[in-house]
T-cell receptor, first 109, second 113 residues
Framework: RKEVEQDPGPFNVPEGATVAFNCTYSNSASQSFFWYRQDCRKEPKLLMSVYSSGNEDGRFTAQLNRASQYISLLIRDSKLSDSATYLCVVNTGGNMLTFGGGTRLMVKP | AAGVIQSPRHLIKEKRETATLKCYPIPRHDTVYWYQQGPGQDPQFLISFYEKMQSDKGSIPDRFSAQQFSDYHSELNMSSLELGDSALYFC????????????FGPGTRLLVL
């Protein structure tokens, strides 16, 4: 079983839709959590950090549930440019990042 | 803002050859990380350096070695290359003392023939 698990998708949604991604992690000692975005053949780019209190950045909202070891990302009013792979990333200690397999999103006109 | 710089961006080698990948972190960042991303896979942590000392070690093969220099740039040395080493190699950097998040470079695409 992978340390960080995500539904690989793809999620095919129309422009303007709201879409939610989920992620679970197995190491209860994990310290920090992130969502990264990766476009095809490009580097992962930090989308947002995830905090227990939940945090929002424009159309993006991230939530962390430590008790359930569960992380979510909500994207509102999807744009064509949101099409990418979204990586759930966990710092399991010592600043080593463990990546989930990624969830592929395709936003269609 | 300055980002992580990696060179070369593309590299083609033959089996059993050696390769050296370079990484220049964001200015003032003191920690460098190396990741390998195979086709269709997620990035896998290889090794990291903090203040020129090895910090953490992941799934780095014994054929690979790395170091961080006094100017904080890092090099990943790969010897006896195998076909399975073909992948994207990302370097990331951070400012460790405040547990800052990692910022990735554009990667080096290595193809072993």
């Amino acid at each position: 079983r992978k340390e960080v698990e995500q539904d690989p998708g793809p999620f095919n949604v129309p422009e303007g839709a709201t879409v939610a991604f989920n992620c679970t992690y197995s190491n209860s000692a994990s310290q920090s959590f992130f969502w990264y975005r990766q476009d095809c053949r490009k580097e992962p780019k930090l989308l947002m950090s995830v905090y227990s209190s939940g945090n929002e950045d424009g159309r993006f909202t991230a939530q962390l549930n430590r008790a359930s070891q569960y992380i979510s990302l909500l994207i509102r009013d999807s744009k064509l440019s949101d099409s990418a792979t979204y990586l759930c990333v966990v710092n399991t200690g010592g600043n080593m990042l463990t990546f989930g397999g990624g969830t592929r999103l395709m936003v269609k006109p | 803002a300055a980002g992580v710089i990696q060179s070369p961006r593309h590299l083609i080698k033959e089996k059993r050859e050696t390769a050296t990948l370079k990484c220049y972190p964001i200015p003032r960042h003191d920690t460098v990380y190396w990741y390998q991303q195979g086709p269709g896979q997620d990035p896998q942590f290889l090794i990291s350096f903090y203040e020129k000392m090895q910090s953490d070690k992941g799934s780095i093969p014994d054929r690979f070695s790395a170091q961080q220099f006094s100017d904080y740039h890092s090099e990943l040395n790969m010897s006896s290359l195998e076909l399975g080493d073909s992948a994207l190699y990302f370097c990331a950097s951070s400012l460790r003392r405040i547990q800052e998040t990692q910022y990735f470079g554009p990667g080096t695409r290595l193809l072993v023939l």
